[in-house]
């Protein structure tokens, strides 16, 4: 009898757990468009590691990368619709989704490292825009650095001369389209997950990436000449559903809340590793030309991007753009 009980008990308890992984109490979806070795990617996977980690099969996580649940075009829909529980778009695709104030972090040559970009993002300034993102019923849970963008075509991008003509594929962002117009070139407005086959097939010539989405997207054969520019930043804003995220039970959602809170740590500290380790990898890669520009070059692009400012401080008006540039000192 006691053997039976126990065999009876072992068969019951594994029912159960079979029960408790095929079906958790919450599922949530994390979507994103780029590879899992860049910054975005292996915070979305570390989440993933510690909430399954800290829920004991409760809750699961499921990431999907590289545009395969949703692209840059339906993937906030998607998410207020309840098709996906989470996603973490760039600040730059903000701005065409109701929230012009996110395209701030667009302005070229706004910020001079990481260190100031923390400044802004993880302050006040910070947390009041990711409460604006609750007008387009969007809950914003924390920023994450990619990094710095370069400058990539099939030649070098030293002075705007260089520009001229160049159809350049940019996110769906007004100061990001009205920096290239201002260095002569055509902004060309496309999904990242088209961004590769637009490059190989000639539909664009140019285009500005951190150096992690350049390598992961292997676009070098199609643009061997990658120029330093440093111009511009690219970070992400991880956002919810705010009906999805109020109907957690309390201990559910304080658990994916400092989950996050680690993992978007871990991303911030890799940022500017796999950056430089992306680097070195094209440094060695051949076909690959880097070109660093010399810093009267760089002040020359630098002036000639100002209608982007320009063109941000009369939609925005100046308010925004002064309590960034306050937070940054
Ligand atoms: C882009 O579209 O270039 C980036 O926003 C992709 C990304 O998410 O890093």
Not at 5 to 13: E, S, V
Not at 85 to 106: I, Q, R, T
Request: a positive charge; proline letters at 6%.
């Amino acid at each position: 009898r006691v053997l039976r009980r126990t065999a009876l008990g072992a068969l019951l308890g594994a029912a159960s757990g079979l029960a408790r992984a095929a079906k958790p109490a919450v599922l949530l979806r994390f979507s994103h468009v780029v590879a899992p070795d860049t910054p975005k990617g292996q915070m979305a996977l570390r989440f993933q590691a510690l909430v399954h980690e800290r829920a004991g099969g409760r809750i699961r996580v499921e990431v999907f990368p590289d545009s395969q649940l949703w692209g840059d075009d339906d993937e906030m829909e998607a998410l207020r619709l309840g098709a996906v529980e989470m996603l973490a778009p760039s600040l730059s695709k903000f701005g065409n989704a109701g929230v012009p104030e996110f395209e701030v972090f667009d302005l070229p040559y706004l910020f001079a490292d990481l260190a100031q970009v923390q400044r802004v993002t993880q302050g006040a300034v910070g947390r009041g825009l990711l409460q604006r993102l609750g007008r387009q019923q969007m809950l914003g849970l924390g920023f994450l650095d990619n990094g710095f963008k370069q400058m990539s075509a099939t030649r070098p991008l030293r002075t705007p001369a260089d520009f001229s003509g160049l159809r350049v594929r940019v996110q769906a962002s007004r100061v990001l389209a009205a920096q290239m117009r201002a260095l002569g070139a055509r902004p060309v407005v496309l999904p990242f997950g088209e961004t590769q086959r637009a490059l190989a097939s000639g539909v664009v010539d140019a285009a500005e990436n951190p150096l992690s989405n350049f390598l992961t997207q292997g676009l070098a054969p199609w643009q061997p000449h990658l120029t330093l520019t440093q111009h511009g930043y690219l970070g992400y804003a991880v956002v919810s559903n705010p009906r999805f995220w109020a109907s957690l039970a309390p201990t559910d959602r304080a658990l994916l809340d400092s989950a996050l809170a680690d993992a978007l740590a871990h991303g911030n500290r890799l940022a500017a590793a796999l950056d430089q380790q992306a680097l070195a990898t094209l440094r060695r890669t051949p076909g690959v030309m880097l070109h660093q520009p010399a810093a009267a070059e760089r002040a020359v692009l630098r002036r000639a991007v100002q209608p982007a400012w320009d063109g941000l401080r009369r939609s925005l008006g100046p308010g925004l753009l002064d309590d960034v540039q306050n937070a940054l000192i």
